[in-house]
């Protein structure tokens, strides 16, 4: 099983705004910094947020990212079907000294 | 663009040891930190280890008695190999670049399967 727990699956209808969430523990989220990527299988991953709430250029601001204590979320607002693929975060893990992975979220567009 | 290549045998058989090159184009292998992580079927995102270009590595204590990371700058590219392989090896095997030393990970390949049959 994965260190950080996200849920499995999330979906929502297009212009609508979804949030998934990715929680953690003191060694990890807690006191480090979260990164979200977009991941369709067979494809190279894409960072969409790091330092918790940074977008790297390029990445729409309709992608958003906050953290709160042990916990973090990404959310979509303007949902579009190009959005229809696979979500993970990654935090730093003291513990482990290297990067800690979400499970993964499938997005459904309906 | 920075782009990554992994490349090796996707077919290995138990007990040998598994070999991977990342080929990094348009940008320099130098003064960045890049990991291998991989993902088994059906499960999640699993950290291998990560190599700084000066040659620093760090591992996995799950694999750390497996695992060697080795960096090429003259080829601009990295290795991964992983002895005495098991069955619950098989995964897809990605590279990465470090973002810092910890953003997160700014670049990705597209993945390798390497199959360890029963």
């Known amino acids: 099983h994965s260190v950080l727990t996200q849920p499995p699956s999330a979906s929502g209808t297009p212009g609508q705004r979804v949030t998934i969430s990715c929680s953690g523990s003191s060694s990890n989220i807690g006191s480090n910094t979260v990164s979200w990527y977009q991941h369709l299988p067979g494809t190279a991953p894409k960072l969409l947020i790091y330092?918790?709430?940074q977008r790297p250029s390029g990445v729409p601001d309709r992608f958003s990212g906050s953290k709160s204590g042990t916990s973090a979320s990404l959310a979509i607002s303007g949902l579009q079907s190009e959005d229809e693929t696979g979500y993970y975060c990654v935090a730093w893990d003291d513990s482990l000294n290297g990067p800690v992975f979400g499970g993964g979220t499938k997005l459904t567009v309906l | 663009q920075v782009q990554l290549q992994e490349s090796g045998p996707g077919l290995v058989k138990p007990s040998e040891t598994l070999s991977l090159t990342c080929s990094v184009s348009g940008g320099s292998i130098k003064n960045y930190y890049w990991s291998w992580i991989r993902q088994p079927p059906g499960k999640g995102l699993e950290w291998i280890g990560y190599?700084?270009?000066?040659?620093?590595?760090n591992y996995n204590p799950s694999l750390k008695s497996r695992v060697t990371i080795s960096v090429d700058t003259s080829e601009n590219q990295f290795s991964l190999m992983l002895s005495s392989v098991t069955a619950a090896d098989t995964a897809v095997y990605y590279c990465?670049?470090?973002?810092?030393?910890?953003?997160?990970?700014?670049?990705w390949g597209q993945g390798t399967l390497v199959t360890v049959p029963s």
């Open positions: 190599i700084y270009w000066s040659g620093n590595t």
């Open positions: 990465s670049r470090h973002y810092d030393f910890w953003k997160g990970f700014d670049y």
């Open positions: 330092l918790n709430d």
